[in-house]
């Protein structure tokens, strides 16, 4: 009867000792599992999806990460500041490995920025630089060149002569800053230009529109407009046509709304950018950084000039 005894307990402590390994294998191997779909998700904060070139960055983005077979969340700041931070920190707690911005500001940028690389997330900026804040790669287009080519195009519509209206982007914004610094580089100090309104509109097609209207009722005699973006120079367009105003209007980015304009022979030339490009290779590198590889810190899209002479 011992004897049964002990053989007893021997079954219950060898029976015991093998539910403890499997419960202990079921738990490593789920969390292994919660550890790797964490690992394959990855976050995407956008300026504004009420902006064409940033709808077609985010489509990109989206198709790369599918092809890649990672999960990719997207949310729109819709121009706010606050609400870019309380976007990062809600990506955060669902648990993404990499952050990729596009800016609302590039100064306001960095708190938000901050809350992800606290949490030791490698951030990825896109489009427009993070001031105050490290991110491990920038991706963008040269805005200054752009600024240059856009000028050095409307000086040679004029011969050298002229007065211009310059539209600019959201105030902090480094696009803005940058088109801008190109910009004046080629057209300040040049004996026959003169700059007679420069005002922004935050890369808005309404606010284009608006600012035109009262840049026109009070500086009316102008020969060219550049504007930082190309929803600012359509909503100019608009102001233009209602005043019976013809003048030469150069925008920047290339959306399908500009080159239509373009064609149409409403706008004169956009400082082409590559949005889907730009999207693309920010989950490329996100995917890179994932899985412990070196990206670039800076990576440069190319930009083109498009007239009626090459748009498609």
């Known amino acids: 009867m011992k004897k049964l005894l002990r053989l007893s307990s021997v079954l219950l402590v060898v029976l015991f000792l093998i539910s403890s390994v499997f419960v202990g294998f079921s738990s ?23 902006n064409p070139f940033f709808v077609t960055m985010k489509t990109a983005a989206e198709k790369k990460a599918k092809q890649l077979g990672y999960k990719l969340i997207i949310l729109d700041s819709q121009n706010d500041a606050a609400r870019e931070r309380s976007n990062v920190e ?8 990499v952050l990729i911005i596009n800016p609302t ?34 991706i963008a287009s040269d805005n200054v060149a752009g600024g240059k080519m856009a000028a050095e195009f409307i000086l040679k519509k004029l011969n050298n002569k002229g007065r211009i209206v310059e539209l600019q982007g ?11 610094k190109g ?3 080629v057209v300040d100090g ?43 120079a359509l909503g100019a367009i608009t102001a233009l046509k209602a005043a019976n105003k013809k003048v030469i209007v150069v925008g920047f980015d290339g959306t399908p709304d500009a080159l239509k304009a373009i064609k149409n022979g409403d706008m004169t030339a956009t400082i082409a950018q590559q949005p889907d490009v730009m999207g693309s290779l920010a989950v490329e590198n996100a995917v890179k950084l994932i899985k412990g590889q070196k990206i670039p810190q800076k990576i440069s899209v190319s930009l083109k000039l498009i007239t009626k002479d090459n748009v498609k």
Not at 170 to 180: C, K, L, Q, V
Not at 200 to 212: E, N, S
């Open 90 to 97: 809600d990506l955060v707690q669902q648990g993404i490995s």
């Open 170 to 180: 959201i105030p902090g914004a480094s696009a803005t800053r940058e088109r801008g």
């Open 190 to 232: 040049k004996p026959n230009v003169k700059i007679v309104a420069s005002q922004a509109a935050d890369f808005d097609r309404q606010k284009g529109l608006d600012v035109m209207q009262n840049i026109i009722q009070a500086n009316p005699n102008f020969d060219a407009v550049f504007a930082h973006n190309d929803e600012m």
């Open 28 to 50: 490593t191997k789920s969390s292994t599992a919660r550890s790797s779909a964490s690992q394959k998700k990855i976050g995407m904060v956008i300026s504004t999806l009420n």
């Open 105 to 138: 500001d590039s100064d306001a940028a960095a708190t938000s920025v901050k809350v992800a690389i606290n949490k030791k997330i490698p951030v990825i900026s896109v489009d427009r630089a993070v001031n105050g804040a490290k991110v491990v790669c920038h």
């Open 183 to 185: 910009f004046h580089s």
